[in-house]
């Protein structure tokens, strides 16, 4: 149950008028109020992604009690004063060709669709949060919508669900860049607002120097429990260190340096995003060797991006995690691939398999450390899952059951996985225990 209200500076939000436990459905839509395109891609047929919306809503022949439903949702007025709204406005009225009308419906379908370009008359009122607590489960084929707690709801809270995708897990000045260029608004959310951001950690600049007290590429950071870097961590605009608190300030060319690294990243996630939805398109297609070329590419581009983050910036900045993140998922594809050809896993698959262990190790301790309140299946159940598999195939009791541990990384997240992932992680369970009572007796007084 809940309604929605004023909020002191993000508009109208939901927000919750009883408890509610993880898991728990707090609303349901069956279907949209529309279907707006919000296509950011670009073909000579449709000029702009503005043309593309007014098109699909001309076409749609909405009826005038939807329409009024639709109007009545969030769009800038010709006043406002956000910078990022005033573009949007500018940009959009041209593909509206004077209707005034048409121009308010563009510019909600940009602040209110979801994936797909669906706009619903109750969920288009959730704002985003960068510590969300829900999440909206979408049926593509209908549009039927569920919203679900992530985390413990108490009566008259906010309901916030993520605009962000991967990029909530990035550092306040990235999610903040992204969520103005992609969604309009400036976030005023708790984790926005607070002093310190530890996805924004690098080793410090004293308690290890480097060349001319910059960042740099020749320095690597094993960060091992013999050797280990101490960090500084962004706090009120400057870098401080946790042990000596050493500080680098906003006009250090350490953070000059940071801010163009996290720059760079940024720019080849959208690469890789949109690259990696193409290659997923034509990969049903019979001659995609020109795709395969494609891919090679972005996998060495990834490769450079990544050790330029983890040298310069250590192994818990964002930047690090996010691409050890994309990695870790090529490869375990990688690997399930050449199991498909194999049958087994050879000694080069199990170094990859400890190499795959290791990097899920990491991002683990860096989703702990974000401290979002969200479970780490939120991130990280695919790749989990994906572990478990790779484990599992190797038929052994010991990795069977050290699949198993991985599993329980996803305990309490079982209701936001797919019907078909839980069957996955049931049967990777039931694994050890049926592989141990197959095993032979002495191979068992043996282990
Ligand atoms: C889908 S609507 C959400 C409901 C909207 N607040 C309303 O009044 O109907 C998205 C718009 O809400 C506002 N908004 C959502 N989340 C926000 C946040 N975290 N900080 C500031 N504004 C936010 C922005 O204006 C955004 O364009």
């Known amino acids: 149950m809940t309604e929605v209200r004023d909020t002191k500076d993000s508009g109208k939000a939901l927000f919750a008028t009883r408890e509610y436990a993880i898991g728990d459905i707090i609303l349901q839509e069956d279907k949209p109020l529309a279907i707006l395109s919000h296509t950011t891609s670009y073909s000579a047929k449709n000029d702009s992604p503005f043309i593309a919306i007014a098109q699909a809503y001309q076409q749609s022949n909405t009826q005038l009690d939807i329409e009024a439903k639709l109007l009545s949702l969030y769009h800038p007025q010709a006043d406002t004063a956000n910078p990022a709204e005033q573009e949007l406005w500018k940009n959009s009225q041209s593909a509206a060709e004077n209707d005034d009308r048409l121009h308010k419906i563009i510019m909600i379908a940009c602040c209110n669709s979801f994936q797909g370009g669906y706009v619903y008359e109750h969920a288009s009122r959730i704002n985003h949060s960068c510590q969300p607590n829900a999440i909206v489960n979408i049926q593509e084929d209908t549009g039927a919508l569920l919203l679900r707690a992530l985390t413990p709801i108490v009566v008259g809270e906010e309901i916030g669900i993520s605009y962000a995708g991967l990029y909530l897990y990035t550092d306040t000045r990235a999610r903040q860049h992204v969520l103005r260029r992609d969604k309009f608004f400036d976030c005023a959310c708790v984790r926005c607002q607070e002093a310190v951001d530890p996805a924004n950690m690098i080793p410090c600049t004293k308690c290890h120097p480097r060349h001319q007290s910059h960042l740099d590429e020749a320095t690597q950071y094993d960060d091992d429990d013999e050797h280990p870097v101490k960090y500084m961590m962004w706090k009120s605009d400057q870098f401080v260190c946790e042990s000596c608190d050493y500080v680098e300030t906003l006009k250090s060319s350490v953070a000059t340096v940071v801010h163009s690294i996290s720059d760079k990243v940024l720019q080849f996630l959208e690469q890789y ?26 996998e060495s581009l990834l490769q450079e991006h990544l050790s330029l983050a983890s040298s310069v910036l250590g192994a818990r900045h964002w930047t690090t995690n996010l691409l050890l993140l994309l990695y870790l998922d090529r490869g375990l594809k990688q690997y399930h691939k050449k199991l498909i050809f194999q049958q087994a896993a050879d000694d080069d698959m199990q170094l990859d398999l400890a190499e795959h262990i290791d990097h899920l190790q990491r991002i683990t301790q860096f989703v702990k450390r974000l401290k979002l309140h969200l ?56 694994a050890w225990t049926r592989m141990e009572a197959d095993e032979p007796a002495h191979k068992k007084l043996k282990g």
């Open 273 to 298: 995003k949109e690259q990696d939805n193409s290659s997923k398109a034509s990969s049903e297609q019979k001659d995609n060797a020109p795709q395969d070329e494609q891919d090679e590419e972005l």
């Open 375 to 430: 479970h780490p299946g939120h991130l990280l159940s695919d790749v989990i899952v994906g572990i478990a598999r790779a484990l599992v195939s190797l038929s052994d009791v010991k990795s069977a059951q050290y699949a198993t541990r991985w599993l329980d990384h996803l305990i309490g997240y079982e209701p936001f996985l797919s019907e078909a992932l839980v069957k996955v992680v049931d049967s990777l369970k039931s």
